[in-house]
C-alpha cells in the first residue's frame, strides 16, 4: 500500500499565493513521477503539472508562469506554489505519483486531496 498525503490547502484571496506539499510512503521502490491534478466543483479532474524523475516538469496552460512544481526526491515530496490566485483556481487538489513498488511493478497512486479556494 502506497500513501499520499498532501498540506497546504486553504483559503485565500485573489492574487494571493498558497504553497501545497505532498509525500509518498509505504510500499515504494522507486518514485518516477509526481505531480498535481485538480477538480472544479461540478468539472472533471484535469491537469495541474508534472515532475518526473528525469526532472521534467510539464504544465496547464492556464497554470504556466504562475505556478511552480518541484520535488524533493530524498524525501518522496513534490511541492506546489501557487501565486495569482483566481477564483477559478478554486478546486480540490489531488497529489499523483507513478511509482515502482518493492515487488517491482507499477501503480499509479491518488492522495485524498486537499481543498484550495480562493475567493474574497
Known amino acids: 500500500q502506497v500513501q499520499l498525503v498532501e498540506s497546504g490547502g486553504g483559503w485565500v484571496q485573489p492574487g494571493g499565493s498558497l504553497g501545497l506539499s505532498c509525500t509518498a510512503s509505504?510500499?515504494?521502490?522507486?518514485?518516477?513521477?509526481m505531480g498535481w491534478y485538480r477538480q472544479p466543483p461540478g468539472k472533471q479532474r484535469e491537469l495541474v503539472a508534472t515532475f518526473t524523475s528525469i526532472g521534467e516538469t510539464n504544465y496547464a496552460d492556464s497554470m504556466k508562469g504562475r505556478f511552480t512544481i518541484s520535488r524533493d526526491s530524498a524525501k518522496k515530496t513534490v511541492h506546489l506554489q501557487m501565486t495569482s490566485l483566481k477564483p477559478e483556481d478554486t478546486a480540490v487538489y489531488y497529489c499523483?505519483?507513478?511509482?515502482?513498488?518493492?515487488?517491482?511493478?507499477?501503480?499509479?497512486?491518488w492522495g485524498q486531496g486537499t481543498q484550495v479556494t480562493v475567493s474574497s
Open positions: 499523483n505519483a507513478k511509482i515502482t513498488t518493492l515487488a517491482l511493478t507499477r501503480d499509479y497512486c
Open positions: 509505504g510500499n515504494i521502490f522507486n518514485v518516477i513521477a
